[in-house]
């Protein structure tokens, strides 16, 4: 397993991956509602963002989105078959290093407000607090090291 940055060669297996995990489930057509699509997410990628992803056998498993712009993680899934490998923490690792080294001084991911879902406990993990500013979905915050 490696990971590396993002590729738009890399985009399609973003939606297959993000349309196929059991928690916090959406469709294409779902996500096409919040503006997500293939011919939007490139735009993503730019100067204020960056992508990785994990790949096993040349096949994308998991992927994070960063944007320094907005000093948050857009999104970050993994494959269902291949969690608890350790792929969503080195590359939220990733994202959130790139994030600090961009100046961001405190970040920020939205996620599910279902207790159950297991982003909630995994977020808490590395380090991320509850922000409470929302109603509804849970905002999580993280600050750089030493602020």
């Known amino acids: 397993m490696r990971i590396r940055p993002a590729v738009p060669a890399d985009l399609p297996s973003f939606f297959e991956i993000r349309t196929s995990v059991r928690e916090n489930e959406m469709s294409m057509e779902e996500l096409a509602s919040q503006g997500v ?3 939007t997410l490139p735009a993503l990628m730019d100067e204020h963002a960056r992508a990785w992803v994990a ?4 096949k994308v498993i998991a992927f994070v989105i960063a944007s320094s712009m907005e000093a948050r993680i857009v999104a970050m899934f993994v494959r269902p078959g291949h969690e608890r490998q350790g792929l969503g923490r080195q590359l939220m690792h990733k994202a959130e290093e790139w ?3 961009e100046g961001c001084e405190e970040i920020w991911l939205v996620t599910d407000d279902d207790e159950r879902v297991r982003a909630n406990g995994f977020y808490r993990h590395l380090g991320w607090q509850d922000d409470d500013l929302l109603d509804g979905p849970v905002r999580f915050i993280k600050r750089a090291p030493g602020v």
């Open 99 to 101: 994030l600090f080294s």
């Open 37 to 39: 699509t293939p011919q």
């Open 55 to 58: 790949e096993r056998d040349k």
